[in-house]
């Protein structure tokens, strides 16, 4: 389950942000150059120990200067300056810190905004910026971001103390919004390490008053009329069905119910029928939420639906419907059922991967349905459909802006679900059962007896026990795709699973995978190989698909077991409780499904240690070194989900990577050498 978090972006010009403010900043083109910085400017200037002119300030250089002649430099690990935005710390208000940083090819930098101007309380949002080019947030934001050296970049920091949000710019342009909760009272220029040799500049520091930053794609319909027409007050990207506002297909503004005082806007006769348009054209590409609150009233219904243009009528994208029992279904993108709680306020949220053509719709945080979808999106449109009950639904909250690209499937650690109750019940979505009763026999049960990744994990137990965790909507044809979990066999048991070839399960066992109850195992289907395993031991098992050169691969611990043949397609993953090797007690944790890698056949089936790659230390820490005999172009890290995480590019037959920024974990490093790619893994600890 994924709960998305809204962040609404607005993008600034610089030259607007610096008319709205008023401003004090700082050139250091005054100050003597080598001398301290703290030391000579002092007031609001001081180092982490509070001691200017000590081993913690930093110099001023005219090495390199943004205004001309001076700025100050942090090139030691020694440095830590403090500037002091206030007194005291700031807990209202909007405002903007900015300054120029220059970072020389070969070294890193880094600062931090401290929530208190007395240092050490706590760190609001960092700032590390690589000696690769490439960079990264931490605490407000986890983003990444690329950066140009050898150049002056304008950052600036918009903090809207009153709203909980923060923007970052660098020269003008929006790299990451943020939820901030915390004051803002200092920024502190560290001479941090983890990047590379730390030797940034920076230059025309400023602080004064910022911009609010409002959620400008999102309506709370409190500044509207009570009781009149509702797209007839808002205009805009607000409509009917037959483009009237003010007609008799518009609805009414409410104060009978609200989620965000004071108002929301009614749906409760079958002539009403209002859109909401996304955009002005249909919307082809990107990844994009939508979401709102609902509140179906007590023996009434609900229903709105999404359109694939903002002129409706087109193709209905995907159907809600709300019925006067507390149930309801879906139709279009998916036909699957849910249970609802009337008279309560409901967040509903869509997210459509319009790039990978899939599109997921969360009720209050939890995943219902994850869905495959190809046409476009433009509008919803909230209608008094009354087939099932007479219409009453409140709307409130409405928003749209930027989502969350899907990857397929991605992964599962199970640690937000109830252990002892229905697994396939819980997650919903792409976890079903073979019979596809969800909560029913074939359920299996979430544990906290074991785990991988604390907490929980899924156990199968039992013979009647059958789940099914659907790869994709339709079986998968081509590409190459890893699927991997980590499983735990109890003292005296056993454990199966197997690979369908279809979403649908029972059409073709791709590979079954039998783990008996003295440590021996064995391969049915597409191999009939034979392993050993050790009973009571979390093991990693990888499955790699490439379905275009019809082979595959099944390694454990990141050892090969066995490599066959495939011309089947892939849909899904049964765990089933057979029982004819002994009782199953086989847990399940950390399932996930994404990109793999492509297996040579031939005669390029050449084993690695002849391919003159190296990469090591694997697994690494803080640096993985890579390296072959005839160079290469760009190297790709990957993780597990499939995501890109880094491309690097170089002319030499050498290239090292700082992995301290990844998460640990399983990565896939692609190298790129004269039309050639091979791809291994890696583990980041």
Not at 64 to 89: G, T
Not at 185 to 206: F, K, M, R, S, W
Not at 325 to 348: H, M, N, Q, R
Request: aromatic letters at 16%.
């Amino acid at each position: 389950m994924k709960k998305f978090t809204l962040f609404f972006l607005s993008f600034f010009l610089f030259g607007a942000l610096m008319a709205q403010r008023d401003t004090d900043c700082y050139d250091f083109d005054d100050l003597t150059v080598d001398g301290y910085v703290a030391e000579q400017l002092g007031g609001s200037w001081t180092t982490w120990n509070g001691t200017p002119g000590g081993a913690d300030d930093a110099f001023v250089s005219d090495m390199y200067s943004n205004s001309p002649n001076n700025s100050f430099v942090v090139n030691s690990p020694d440095i830590d300056l403090v500037f002091e935005l206030a007194e005291e710390a700031l807990e209202t208000g909007a405002w903007l810190y900015s300054n120029y940083i220059y970072v020389p090819s070969g070294y890193s930098g880094y600062f931090n905004v401290q929530s208190n101007p007395v240092p050490g309380e706590e760190w609001v949002i960092e700032l590390y910026f690589n000696e690769d080019g490439s960079g990264y947030f931490e605490n407000g934001s986890t983003d990444t971001y690329e950066f140009t050296q050898d150049t002056w970049i304008l950052v600036e920091i918009n903090f809207d103390l009153d709203s909980d949000l923060a923007q970052v710019f660098f020269d003008g342009a929006l790299i990451t919004q943020f939820e901030n909760t915390f004051p803002i009272g200092g920024i502190d220029y560290y001479g941090q390490e983890t990047g590379g040799i730390p030797g940034a500049y920076y230059d025309d520091v400023c602080f004064g008053e910022g911009t609010p930053i409002s959620n400008d794609d999102c309506y709370n319909f409190d500044d509207l009329d009570p009781g009149e027409f509702l797209a007839l007050q808002l205009g805009g990207m607000w409509t009917t069905w037959s483009d009237t506002p003010g007609g008799d297909d518009d609805s009414f503004v409410s104060d009978d119910q609200s989620n965000s005082p004071d108002n929301s806007f009614v749906i409760f006769e079958n002539i009403a029928d209002v859109v909401f348009k996304l955009a002005e054209e249909p919307i082809e590409t990107g990844a994009w939420l939508y979401s709102h609150y609902i509140y179906i009233a007590a023996g009434a219904t609900g229903y709105f639906n999404v359109q694939s243009s903002p002129v409706p009528g087109e193709e209905w994208v995907i159907e809600l419907f709300f019925d006067d029992d507390g149930t309801g279904y879906f139709e279009g993108g998916s036909l699957e059922t849910f249970d609802y709680a009337p008279e309560t306020w409901i967040l509903v949220e869509i997210n459509f991967d319009l790039d990978s053509d899939l599109a997921q719709v969360f009720f209050d945080g939890n995943l219902m349905i994850e869905f495959a979808n190809e046409f476009t999106i433009g509008g919803i449109n909230y209608y008094g459909d009354d087939d099932n009950g007479p219409p009453e639904a409140y709307y409130d909250d409405v928003c749209f802006s930027e989502g969350v690209p899907i990857s397929p499937a991605g992964c599962y650690n199970f640690d937000d679900l109830d252990p002892g109750e229905f697994l396939a019940l819980q997650l919903g979505g792409m976890w079903t059962t073979w019979s596809g009763t969800p909560g029913g026999e074939g359920d299996g049960f979430v544990s906290n007896d074991q785990s991988h990744s604390p907490n929980n994990s899924f156990v199968i137990f039992e013979n009647i026990n059958d789940i099914v965790f659907k790869l994709a909507e339709e079986p998968i044809e081509t590409g190459a795709w890893l699927y991997s979990h980590y499983i735990y066999i109890a003292a005296g048991a056993t454990g199966y699973f197997n690979v369908q070839s279809s979403p649908v399960p029972g059409e073709e066992w791709v590979i079954e995978l039998f783990f008996d109850d003295d440590g021996t195992g064995y391969f049915e289907g597409g191999s009939l190989e034979t392993f050993d395993y050790a009973p009571e031991t979390w093991i990693l098992v990888e499955i790699n698909f490439d379905l275009d050169t019809d082979r595959i691969e099944v390694y454990f611990d990141g050892a090969l077991v066995t490599e066959f043949t495939n011309t089947f397609t892939i849909g899904g993953i049964n765990y089933y409780g057979d029982d004819d090797n002994g009782p199953p007690e086989a847990y399940y944790d950390d399932v996930c499904f994404g990109t793999g890698w492509s297996i040579p056949v031939g005669i390029e089936d050449i084993p690695s240690n002849n391919d003159n790659l190296a990469i090591f230390p694997n697994p690494a820490k803080s640096v993985v070194h890579i390296s072959n005999s005839v160079g290469f172009e760009k190297i790709q890290l990957v993780n597990m989900a499939g995501q890109l995480v880094l491309e690097q590019y170089s002319s030499n037959n050498r290239m090292d990577i700082n992995t301290s920024v990844f998460e640990s974990g399983i990565y896939f490093i692609r190298v790129f050498s004269h039309d050639n790619v091979i791809t291994r893994k890696l583990v980041i600890e």
